[in-house]
T-cell receptor
């Protein structure tokens, strides 16, 4: 089945440690996205990538880094510079075959920094 | 991309139609209206989208006003499983990479 996978579903880390969240898609989508969601809030865009080896900062990129070495993969690293990393992280992808295509979302990773 | 305004929460009785409004008064001519919903602790799910004509699919109907400054998502027969946060987004279709989500409307469907 085609889709987006994020792993792990729950992640615990100690303060000051970097952590990498995985996002993989087999939808052959060109664009991929990372969003952060805090309790009771909407989604805020961290980074997005339109094509391989290219990515752009979203609205809250500070303290995060990404890479896009393969079309299928868009890992997000939460660095120790991120002051409040505990949140729900969502990855999404979108294809360009149709002009008005929608985003598909993964199940999310809930990160808790202790 | 244009900004949207939605009520923070709404209630609906099970079996009745749920009508969720969205205001997008600054929408541009080439921007589509998209609706997504998010059930607690899951990724958002696409519902429907449209440009200027009303749209219907198996999940919902989308009514866009003639001036395109507002729209309404209609769930014709709401069930308890429709309890979720509903997001209205406007976005340029081709090349609209930076999709922005607001706080959405939290819909409570009650038995």
């Amino acid at each position: 089945d085609g889709g987006i996978t994020q792993s792990p579903k729950y992640l615990f880390r100690k303060e000051g440690q970097n952590v990498t969240l995985s996002c993989e898609q087999n939808l052959n989508h060109d664009a991929m996205y990372w969003y952060r969601q805090d309790p009771g809030q909407g989604l805020r865009l961290i980074y997005y990538s339109q094509i391989v080896n290219d990515f752009q900062k979203g609205d809250i990129a500070e303290g995060y880094s990404v890479s896009r070495e393969k079309k299928e993969s868009f890992p997000l690293t939460v660095t120790s510079a991120q002051k409040n990393p505990t949140a729900f992280y969502l990855c999404a992808s979108r294809g360009y075959v149709l002009a008005d295509n929608e985003q598909f979302f993964g199940p999310g990773t809930r990160l808790t920094v202790l | 991309d244009a900004k949207t305004t939605q009520p923070p929460s709404m209630d609906c009785a099970e079996g009745r139609a749920a009508n969720l409004p969205c205001n997008h008064s600054t929408i541009s001519g080439n921007e589509y209206v998209y609706w997504y919903r998010q059930i607690h602790s899951q990724g958002p799910q696409y519902i429907i989208h449209g440009l200027k004509n009303n749209e219907t699919n198996e999940m919902a109907s989308l009514i866009i006003t003639e001036d395109r400054k507002s729209s309404t998502l209609i769930l014709p027969h709401a069930t308890l499983r429709d309890t979720a946060v509903y997001y209205c987004i406007v976005r340029v279709a081709a090349g609209g990479f930076k999709t922005i989500f607001g706080a959405g409307t939290r819909l409570f469907v009650k038995a």
